[in-house]
């Protein structure tokens, strides 16, 4: 037999070889790769109920509490605040967001009437981080703590607040509604403020510092 003959005889055996399972292998290896586990952050709000006092400035025991506001009467020149503790709660990274509050729900007010509000970081009521009046909205710039964050360089200017290391901040809201003494006659005799519907909301946004714009979910 030719020697080319012979060569293709061979090669045709070692496919068929191949084919008919053969014990023939290569080197192979594997190794487990070290993982982690994600935990995701937390958003949270809380206020309490809002605690009256009459804070009529020429009281002579101004500041005493109003047990039941319901019964109260409020007559010109009055002035009357309530007092609401807010709990924020904001645990991640990335995590900002802006803290609103919602006074659309009374907008119209008794003839020599006003309401305002002021927010405060902490238990201070000396200088308010926002202010409003009844029927403007303001919010408020909160970001999460990132003490032990491995990388980035986050920015909180002022007035953004950040939280304390266990994720938590807390605020006082003081309302104030005020009954002018200027007015005359009768004028808003029994009328009512109604107050009972002034609320919080607590909203994430990617926008701002740290972000670029604009942005959209991935």
């Not at 020429?58 to 605040?81: C, F, Q, Y």
């Not at 009374?106 to 309401?115: F, H, K, Q, Y």
């Amino acid at each position: 037999m030719k020697n080319r003959t012979k060569g293709v005889v061979a090669g045709v055996a070692g496919v068929a070889l191949l084919a008919g399972g053969t014990t023939f292998a290569l080197w192979s290896d594997s190794a487990d790769v070290a993982g982690g586990t994600i935990t995701n952050g937390k958003l949270d709000v809380e206020a309490s109920a809002l605690a009256w006092v009459d804070a009529s400035p020429d009281r002579a025991d101004k500041g005493h509490a109003i047990s039941n506001l319901t019964t109260w009467r409020m007559v010109p020149g009055d002035v009357v605040e309530g007092t609401s503790e807010i709990d924020v709660t904001l645990v991640g990274d990335n995590l900002v967001a802006e803290l609103g509050v919602d006074t659309t729900a009374a907008a119209n007010l008794p003839t020599g009437m006003t309401v305002t509000y002021a927010v405060y970081d902490g238990a201070t009521t000396t200088d308010p981080v926002a202010t409003g009046a009844l029927g403007k909205d303001s919010s408020l710039r909160f970001a999460a703590n990132r003490e032990g964050q491995a990388a980035g360089n986050p920015t909180n200017p002022a007035p953004t607040i950040v939280v304390g290391t266990d994720g938590t901040a807390e605020l006082k809201v003081v309302v104030t509604a005020t009954f002018s003494g200027t007015v005359t006659g009768t004028t808003s005799a029994g009328a009512a403020t109604d107050l009972s519907k002034i609320g919080v909301t607590l909203t994430q946004v990617r926008e701002g510092t740290d972000f670029t714009a604009p942005t959209t979910a991935p």
